[in-house]
Nanobody, 124 residues
């Protein structure tokens, strides 16, 4: 059983930066495909980005491409989401997810494990 714990959320002004982290335990991290999703108030949870097991392949939603960067450190069992040029519409609860199946995943149903989420609030 894999446990995921997010951290690093908070409040930031528009145009600012924030990095959130997700620490994994209970499994072999280097065998997990990792992703970030977010859910804004009143909206459905949506895909943000994903990274392959080795970290060499990434995928991003169009809304965050060029502003967000996903990375991972397999030695630390941690995946990161660096968010730059934040906008008010990035305000959401950000969730870390892990999949045991090979390949980049963009849909929620393809992920097996989820963190509890961390709040990111962007103010103008």
């Amino acid at each position: 059983q894999v446990q995921l714990v997010e951290s690093g959320g908070g409040s930031v002004q528009a145009g600012g930066s924030l990095r959130v982290s997700c620490a994994a335990s209970g499994g072999t991290f280097s065998r997990l495909e990792m992703g970030w999703f977010r859910q804004a108030p009143g909206k459905e949870r949506e895909f943000v980005c994903a990274v392959s097991r080795s970290g060499s392949v990434t995928a991003y939603a169009e809304s965050v491409k060029g502003r967000f960067t996903i990375s991972r450190d397999n030695a630390k069992n941690t995946v990161y989401l660096q968010m730059n040029s934040l906008k008010r519409e990035d305000t959401a609860v950000y969730y870390c997810a892990a999949s045991t199946m090979y390949g980049i995943k963009r849909t929620q149903s393809e992920y097996d494990y989820w963190g509890q989420g961390t709040q990111v609030t962007v103010s103008s």
